[in-house]
């Protein structure tokens, strides 16, 4: 199945190995919903939040 958090976290694990950032934004937008989640580098946990 599917798993779309260890997804963003992957992806956003090999962009930030290659980039001097602390931390990565990924946005959503699907059917009037907002979702903005912040992956960091030096936490293994992503915050959430939808609009």
Do not use: G
């Amino acid at each position: 199945m599917f798993d779309e958090r260890s997804y963003k976290q992957e992806l956003a694990r090999r962009l930030l190995r290659h980039l001097p950032l602390e931390a990565v934004q990924w946005i959503n937008i699907t059917n009037h919903v907002i979702t903005l989640t912040t992956i960091r580098r030096t936490t293994k946990t992503m915050e959430s939040r939808k609009t």
